[in-house]
Protein backbone atom coordinates (compact mmCIF):
# COMPACT_ATOMS: atom_id res chain seq x y z
CA UNK A 1 0.00 0.00 0.00
CA UNK A 2 1.52 3.19 -1.33
CA UNK A 3 2.04 6.31 1.36
CA UNK A 4 -0.91 8.42 2.16
CA UNK A 5 -1.17 11.63 0.33
CA UNK A 6 -1.41 14.67 2.27
CA UNK A 7 -1.53 18.07 2.01
CA UNK A 8 2.23 18.94 2.31
CA UNK A 9 2.58 16.63 -0.37
CA UNK A 10 0.63 18.88 -2.66
CA UNK A 11 1.97 22.47 -1.41
CA UNK A 12 5.40 20.94 -2.05
CA UNK A 13 4.85 19.92 -5.94
CA UNK A 14 3.27 23.25 -6.26
CA UNK A 15 6.04 25.17 -4.07
CA UNK A 16 3.16 27.20 -2.22
CA UNK A 17 2.16 26.76 1.97
CA UNK A 18 -0.37 23.99 3.56
CA UNK A 19 -2.13 26.73 4.36
CA UNK A 20 -3.29 27.84 1.10
CA UNK A 21 -3.85 24.24 -0.34
CA UNK A 22 -6.21 24.04 3.03
CA UNK A 23 -8.09 27.08 1.93
CA UNK A 24 -8.63 25.97 -1.77
CA UNK A 25 -9.70 22.58 -1.08
CA UNK A 26 -12.02 24.24 1.61
CA UNK A 27 -13.72 26.17 -0.37
CA UNK A 28 -12.09 29.31 1.68
CA UNK A 29 -11.33 33.16 0.61
CA UNK A 30 -8.39 34.09 0.18
CA UNK A 31 -6.88 31.85 -2.82
CA UNK A 32 -7.99 32.57 -6.64
CA UNK A 33 -9.72 30.59 -8.65
CA UNK A 34 -7.19 29.75 -11.08
CA UNK A 35 -4.69 28.64 -8.45
CA UNK A 36 -7.61 26.63 -6.49
CA UNK A 37 -8.38 24.69 -9.78
CA UNK A 38 -4.63 23.87 -9.89
CA UNK A 39 -5.26 22.59 -6.24
CA UNK A 40 -7.35 20.63 -6.53
CA UNK A 41 -7.10 19.07 -9.68
CA UNK A 42 -3.24 18.02 -8.49
CA UNK A 43 -5.44 16.71 -5.62
CA UNK A 44 -7.21 14.40 -7.60
CA UNK A 45 -4.26 13.53 -9.53
CA UNK A 46 -2.14 12.54 -6.79
CA UNK A 47 -5.12 10.46 -5.04
CA UNK A 48 -5.35 13.25 -2.44
CA UNK A 49 -9.19 12.26 -0.58
CA UNK A 50 -11.08 15.55 0.76
CA UNK A 51 -14.56 16.48 1.63
CA UNK A 52 -16.09 19.88 0.11
CA UNK A 53 -17.73 21.96 2.58
CA UNK A 54 -20.86 20.67 1.64
CA UNK A 55 -20.35 17.23 2.43
CA UNK A 56 -18.51 18.06 5.87
CA UNK A 57 -21.13 19.80 6.77
CA UNK A 58 -24.14 16.86 6.09
CA UNK A 59 -21.56 14.36 8.10
CA UNK A 60 -21.57 16.73 10.92
CA UNK A 61 -25.46 16.41 10.95
CA UNK A 62 -27.46 13.37 12.18
CA UNK A 63 -30.32 15.17 11.16
CA UNK A 64 -32.59 15.07 14.27
CA UNK A 65 -34.93 17.61 16.03
CA UNK A 66 -35.92 17.55 19.22
CA UNK A 67 -38.71 19.03 20.59
CA UNK A 68 -39.71 19.50 23.77
CA UNK A 69 -42.52 20.63 25.72
CA UNK A 70 -44.09 20.82 29.17
CA UNK A 71 -45.10 17.51 30.05
CA UNK A 72 -48.62 19.21 31.44
CA UNK A 73 -49.18 20.34 28.01
CA UNK A 74 -49.19 16.72 27.00
CA UNK A 75 -50.76 14.57 29.66
CA UNK A 76 -53.69 12.26 29.06
CA UNK A 77 -57.16 14.13 29.15
CA UNK A 78 -54.94 17.57 28.37
CA UNK A 79 -55.86 20.22 26.17
CA UNK A 80 -54.51 18.33 22.47
CA UNK A 81 -53.86 21.71 21.15
CA UNK A 82 -50.13 20.62 21.55
CA UNK A 83 -50.04 17.21 20.60
CA UNK A 84 -51.57 18.38 17.13
CA UNK A 85 -48.51 20.72 17.07
CA UNK A 86 -46.32 18.20 17.39
CA UNK A 87 -47.96 16.56 14.59
CA UNK A 88 -48.03 19.14 12.26
CA UNK A 89 -43.97 19.73 12.97
CA UNK A 90 -43.34 16.57 12.29
CA UNK A 91 -44.85 16.27 8.82
CA UNK A 92 -42.90 19.58 7.91
CA UNK A 93 -39.66 18.44 9.09
CA UNK A 94 -40.13 15.08 6.72
CA UNK A 95 -40.35 17.57 3.99
CA UNK A 96 -36.46 18.66 5.13
CA UNK A 97 -35.31 15.00 5.82
CA UNK A 98 -35.61 15.23 9.36
CA UNK A 99 -37.01 13.52 12.15
CA UNK A 100 -38.47 14.63 15.32
CA UNK A 101 -37.66 13.55 18.48
CA UNK A 102 -40.04 14.68 21.14
CA UNK A 103 -39.67 15.40 25.21
CA UNK A 104 -41.28 16.18 28.01
CA UNK A 105 -39.97 18.70 30.29
CA UNK A 106 -41.75 17.60 33.97
CA UNK A 107 -41.67 20.06 36.93
CA UNK A 108 -39.02 18.44 38.70
CA UNK A 109 -36.60 18.91 35.76
CA UNK A 110 -37.48 22.87 35.93
CA UNK A 111 -37.46 22.98 39.95
CA UNK A 112 -34.05 21.14 39.54
CA UNK A 113 -32.44 22.92 36.18
CA UNK A 114 -32.18 19.61 34.63
CA UNK A 115 -31.99 19.85 30.92
CA UNK A 116 -33.46 17.66 28.23
CA UNK A 117 -31.21 14.73 27.06
CA UNK A 118 -31.57 15.35 23.96
CA UNK A 119 -29.85 18.60 25.29
CA UNK A 120 -26.37 16.75 26.00
CA UNK A 121 -24.03 15.43 23.34
CA UNK A 122 -24.80 16.00 19.48
CA UNK A 123 -27.66 14.43 19.69
CA UNK A 124 -29.99 16.77 17.71
CA UNK A 125 -28.90 19.56 15.09
CA UNK A 126 -31.73 22.32 16.73
CA UNK A 127 -34.33 22.33 19.17
CA UNK A 128 -38.28 23.75 18.84
CA UNK A 129 -39.57 24.85 22.35
CA UNK A 130 -43.44 24.05 22.16
CA UNK A 131 -45.40 26.20 24.34
CA UNK A 132 -44.33 28.03 27.10
CA UNK A 133 -40.85 27.40 29.31
CA UNK A 134 -39.95 29.60 32.88
CA UNK A 135 -37.53 32.07 31.66
CA UNK A 136 -34.54 30.18 33.45
CA UNK A 137 -35.26 27.31 31.72
CA UNK A 138 -35.05 28.89 28.49
CA UNK A 139 -31.33 30.09 29.69
CA UNK A 140 -30.58 26.70 30.77
CA UNK A 141 -31.84 25.35 26.99
CA UNK A 142 -29.47 28.75 25.60
CA UNK A 143 -26.66 27.78 27.03
CA UNK A 144 -26.46 24.60 25.32
CA UNK A 145 -25.72 27.03 22.01
CA UNK A 146 -27.99 24.61 20.10
CA UNK A 147 -30.34 26.12 17.73
CA UNK A 148 -33.36 27.23 19.02
CA UNK A 149 -37.00 28.38 17.76
CA UNK A 150 -39.64 29.14 20.36
CA UNK A 151 -43.41 28.19 19.06
CA UNK A 152 -46.58 29.43 20.29
CA UNK A 153 -44.57 31.87 22.85
CA UNK A 154 -41.87 34.78 23.24
CA UNK A 155 -40.11 35.48 26.09
CA UNK A 156 -39.67 39.14 26.92
CA UNK A 157 -36.17 39.87 25.18
CA UNK A 158 -35.78 37.89 22.11
CA UNK A 159 -33.26 36.04 23.09
CA UNK A 160 -34.65 33.87 19.97
CA UNK A 161 -36.33 33.28 16.95
CA UNK A 162 -40.39 32.92 18.16
CA UNK A 163 -43.46 31.61 15.99
CA UNK A 164 -47.51 33.26 17.35
CA UNK A 165 -50.29 33.73 16.55
CA UNK A 166 -50.98 37.12 16.11
CA UNK A 167 -53.09 36.97 19.45
CA UNK A 168 -53.25 40.74 20.55
CA UNK A 169 -55.01 41.75 17.09
CA UNK A 170 -57.35 38.52 17.18
CA UNK A 171 -58.30 39.21 20.85
CA UNK A 172 -59.40 42.66 19.55
CA UNK A 173 -61.78 40.99 16.67
CA UNK A 174 -62.73 39.03 18.70
CA UNK A 175 -63.59 41.35 21.35
CA UNK A 176 -65.61 43.78 19.06
CA UNK A 177 -67.43 41.28 17.80
CA UNK A 178 -68.97 41.06 21.36
CA UNK A 179 -68.90 45.47 21.66
CA UNK A 180 -71.12 45.15 18.29
CA UNK A 181 -73.55 42.78 19.49
CA UNK A 182 -74.42 45.45 22.32
CA UNK A 183 -71.81 44.14 25.33
CA UNK A 184 -70.94 46.59 27.56
CA UNK A 185 -70.20 44.38 30.79
CA UNK A 186 -67.14 41.98 29.37
CA UNK A 187 -64.84 40.02 31.77
CA UNK A 188 -61.52 38.16 30.57
CA UNK A 189 -60.94 34.94 31.83
CA UNK A 190 -57.83 33.46 31.82
CA UNK A 191 -54.39 33.97 34.30
CA UNK A 192 -52.64 36.84 32.24
CA UNK A 193 -49.24 35.89 34.22
CA UNK A 194 -49.08 32.32 32.74
CA UNK A 195 -48.18 32.57 29.54
CA UNK A 196 -47.49 35.15 26.88
CA UNK A 197 -50.28 34.42 24.63
CA UNK A 198 -52.75 34.57 27.06
CA UNK A 199 -51.39 37.96 27.90
CA UNK A 200 -51.52 39.19 24.52
CA UNK A 201 -55.23 37.56 24.34
CA UNK A 202 -55.99 40.20 26.87
CA UNK A 203 -54.49 42.78 25.63
CA UNK A 204 -56.53 42.61 22.43
CA UNK A 205 -59.51 42.61 24.88
CA UNK A 206 -58.42 45.38 26.93
CA UNK A 207 -57.44 47.21 23.54
CA UNK A 208 -60.62 46.80 22.56
CA UNK A 209 -62.66 48.39 25.63
CA UNK A 210 -60.26 51.10 25.55
CA UNK A 211 -61.28 51.82 21.49
CA UNK A 212 -64.64 51.55 22.91
CA UNK A 213 -64.47 53.29 25.52
CA UNK A 214 -66.10 50.88 27.64
CA UNK A 215 -64.83 50.71 31.45
CA UNK A 216 -62.40 47.71 32.37
CA UNK A 217 -63.10 46.40 35.80
CA UNK A 218 -60.67 44.90 37.83
CA UNK A 219 -63.25 42.25 39.29
CA UNK A 220 -63.76 40.93 35.57
CA UNK A 221 -60.54 39.56 35.19
CA UNK A 222 -60.53 36.30 36.10
CA UNK A 223 -57.99 33.73 36.47
CA UNK A 224 -58.26 30.12 35.36
CA UNK A 225 -55.04 28.49 36.62
CA UNK A 226 -52.52 29.08 39.48
CA UNK A 227 -48.80 28.95 39.49
CA UNK A 228 -48.44 25.54 38.83
CA UNK A 229 -50.20 25.76 35.54
CA UNK A 230 -52.81 23.30 36.88
CA UNK A 231 -56.45 24.45 35.95
CA UNK A 232 -58.59 26.04 39.13
CA UNK A 233 -62.50 26.91 40.00
CA UNK A 234 -63.50 29.83 38.34
CA UNK A 235 -64.81 32.24 40.68
CA UNK A 236 -67.58 34.33 38.92
CA UNK A 237 -67.60 37.74 40.32
CA UNK A 238 -71.14 39.29 42.04
CA UNK A 239 -71.91 41.45 39.02
CA UNK A 240 -72.20 39.18 35.88
CA UNK A 241 -71.06 40.52 32.77
CA UNK A 242 -73.07 39.81 29.91
CA UNK A 243 -70.47 38.26 28.45
CA UNK A 244 -67.25 36.44 29.03
CA UNK A 245 -63.57 36.96 26.70
CA UNK A 246 -61.89 33.07 27.47
CA UNK A 247 -58.36 32.90 26.78
CA UNK A 248 -59.12 29.17 25.52
CA UNK A 249 -61.96 27.08 24.19
CA UNK A 250 -61.61 24.46 26.60
CA UNK A 251 -62.01 27.01 29.62
CA UNK A 252 -64.56 28.39 27.40
CA UNK A 253 -66.70 24.55 27.81
CA UNK A 254 -65.95 24.80 31.50
CA UNK A 255 -67.49 28.20 31.85
CA UNK A 256 -70.63 26.97 29.89
CA UNK A 257 -70.81 24.28 32.00
CA UNK A 258 -70.93 26.03 35.51
CA UNK A 259 -73.07 29.12 33.69
CA UNK A 260 -75.69 26.33 32.38
CA UNK A 261 -75.63 24.83 36.23
CA UNK A 262 -75.98 28.46 38.09
CA UNK A 263 -79.09 28.53 35.42
CA UNK A 264 -77.94 31.20 33.00
CA UNK A 265 -79.24 30.50 29.67
CA UNK A 266 -76.31 30.84 26.66
CA UNK A 267 -76.66 32.64 24.51
CA UNK A 268 -79.61 34.77 25.59
CA UNK A 269 -78.84 35.52 29.20
CA UNK A 270 -74.68 35.81 29.02
CA UNK A 271 -72.38 35.19 25.80
CA UNK A 272 -69.24 33.11 25.33
CA UNK A 273 -66.50 33.16 23.34
CA UNK A 274 -63.36 31.35 23.73
CA UNK A 275 -60.18 30.75 21.66
CA UNK A 276 -57.79 28.03 19.07
CA UNK A 277 -60.94 26.60 17.38
CA UNK A 278 -60.49 23.34 19.35
CA UNK A 279 -62.73 20.62 17.95
CA UNK A 280 -64.64 20.79 21.07
CA UNK A 281 -65.82 24.22 19.88
CA UNK A 282 -68.38 22.85 17.59
CA UNK A 283 -69.87 20.47 19.79
CA UNK A 284 -70.50 22.81 22.69
CA UNK A 285 -74.29 23.56 23.37
CA UNK A 286 -74.81 26.37 21.60
CA UNK A 287 -71.54 26.23 19.27
CA UNK A 288 -68.88 28.00 20.30
CA UNK A 289 -67.44 31.21 18.79
CA UNK A 290 -63.73 31.79 18.69
CA UNK A 291 -60.71 32.20 17.13
CA UNK A 292 -59.21 29.97 14.52
CA UNK A 293 -55.33 29.41 15.09
CA UNK A 294 -53.38 28.65 12.09
CA UNK A 295 -51.13 25.61 13.30
CA UNK A 296 -50.07 24.28 9.66
CA UNK A 297 -48.88 28.19 9.21
CA UNK A 298 -47.40 28.09 12.66
CA UNK A 299 -45.36 25.24 12.63
CA UNK A 300 -43.79 25.11 8.84
CA UNK A 301 -42.27 28.82 9.87
CA UNK A 302 -41.13 27.47 12.80
CA UNK A 303 -39.29 24.48 11.19
CA UNK A 304 -38.17 26.63 7.97
CA UNK A 305 -36.83 28.79 10.52
CA UNK A 306 -34.98 26.17 12.92
CA UNK A 307 -33.13 24.60 9.42
CA UNK A 308 -32.20 27.88 8.34
CA UNK A 309 -30.68 28.67 11.89
CA UNK A 310 -28.82 25.28 11.76
CA UNK A 311 -28.13 25.93 7.87
CA UNK A 312 -26.67 29.14 8.76
CA UNK A 313 -29.58 31.37 6.56
CA UNK A 314 -30.94 32.89 9.50
CA UNK A 315 -29.62 34.99 12.05
CA UNK A 316 -31.72 37.73 12.87
CA UNK A 317 -34.10 37.39 15.94
CA UNK A 318 -37.78 38.50 16.37
CA UNK A 319 -41.55 37.40 15.64
CA UNK A 320 -43.10 35.68 13.21
CA UNK A 321 -46.86 36.79 13.57
CA UNK A 322 -49.27 34.24 11.81
CA UNK A 323 -53.03 35.57 11.75
CA UNK A 324 -55.93 33.78 13.56
CA UNK A 325 -59.83 33.65 11.42
CA UNK A 326 -62.33 34.67 13.72
CA UNK A 327 -64.91 31.87 13.81
CA UNK A 328 -68.94 32.99 14.25
CA UNK A 329 -71.18 30.47 15.45
CA UNK A 330 -74.20 30.55 18.43
CA UNK A 331 -72.53 31.33 21.51
CA UNK A 332 -73.13 35.03 21.25
CA UNK A 333 -76.48 37.14 21.39
CA UNK A 334 -77.44 40.40 20.95
CA UNK A 335 -78.43 42.59 24.63
Known amino acids: MGKKVTMKDIARRLSISTVTVSKALGEKDGVSEQLRG ?42 PFYFKMYQSIVRYLSTHKYSGILELITPLMRE ?71 HKKIAFVGNIYSTSSILDRYLGYYRSLLMNRIEVRED ?15 VLPEDMPTAFVCNCDEIAYVLMEKLKK ?19 AGYTSPKLTTVEVNIESMTKNAVDLLVGKIEGRNEEKGRKLVSGKLIIRDSVGKV
Open 262 to 280: EGYRIPEDISVVGFDNYTL
Open 38 to 79: EIKQLASQMGYSYLSPSEQEKLLKNYNIGIVVASNYMQEGAY
Open 112 to 182: RKILPNIASGKKVDGIIVMGQLNGEYLELLRGKRIPLIYLDFYDKNEEEDSVITDNVHASYLLTNYIVEMG
Open 220 to 234: YLIPDRGEDELFIDL
